[in-house]
């Protein structure tokens, strides 16, 4: 099976700009989840859908959103881009509520 | 709240000698428990996990895990270490919310450095 593919793997954007990344999960897996990974911070939980619906959110704020759809594949937004959300963009899904596989992730970086 | 500590933040080792990795969990229930570990610029591969019976794991790459609920510790080990497991690795604990949601809490991380 194929694992997790996230795009793009890399991104440069500027201060104000929105952005959108992609995950797509191994496939029969409903459930996707996103993590920011920083130096400062680590690894820090964002939201998770399933079945196209979000079920959890971590404390961020309002400028990140996320969706999927119905082949579970999902996208998450970033929209009025601050340097602070330079960081690795972490995807994951899982089958069950168990076991969660990550995908290589988006360097986000923003000048 | 669940929490995960790491306390070594950096860990050396010479290539050939064993390893061990602390991580020490907050949970109020059974924990699930996870390691996973990190190459430079990659994502997070899942080296073994917990639920529960034996409280020794084994995982991929030589590596196990010992559960030990009365020092609420799962520390990662591997008798002999090779370069290629220079890595970060991290501990983690899954917890589930009221609507089956489950996250993820990560400890902050131990960064491997393998001397040949």
């Known amino acids: 099976k194929a694992g997790v593919t996230q795009t793009p793997r890399y991104l440069i954007k500027t201060r104000g700009q929105q952005v959108t990344l992609s995950c797509s999960p191994i496939?029969?897996?409903?459930?996707v989840s996103w993590y920011q990974q920083t130096p400062g911070q680590g690894l820090q939980f964002l939201f998770e859908y399933f079945s196209e619906t979000q079920r959890n959110k971590g404390n961020f704020p309002g400028r990140f959103s996320g969706r999927q759809f119905s082949n579970s594949r999902s996208e998450m937004n970033v929209s009025t881009l601050e340097l602070g959300d330079s960081a690795l963009y972490l995807c994951a899904s899982s089958l069950n509520w168990d076991t969660q596989y990550f995908g290589p992730g988006t360097r986000l970086t923003v000048l | 709240a669940q929490s995960v500590t790491q306390p070594d933040i950096h860990i050396t080792v010479s290539e050939g000698a064993s390893l061990e990795l602390r991580c020490n969990y907050s949970?109020?229930?059974?924990?699930?428990l996870f390691w996973y570990v990190q190459s430079p610029g990659q994502g997070l591969q899942l080296l073994l996990k917990?639920?529960?019976?034996?409280?020794l794991v084994q995982g991929i790459k030589g590596f196990e895990a010992e559960f030990k609920r009365s020092q609420s510790s799962f520390n990662l080990r591997k008798p002999s270490v090779h370069w290629s497991d220079a890595a970060e690795y991290f501990c983690?604990?899954?917890?589930?919310?009221?609507?089956?949601?489950?996250?993820?809490?990560f400890g902050k991380g131990t960064k491997l450095t393998v001397n040949p």
């Open positions: 917990y639920f529960s019976g034996d409280t």
């Open positions: 983690a604990v899954v917890t589930l919310t009221q609507g089956g949601s489950e996250k993820l809490v």
């Open positions: 496939s029969g897996h409903r459930s």
């Open positions: 949970y109020g229930a059974t924990p699930y």
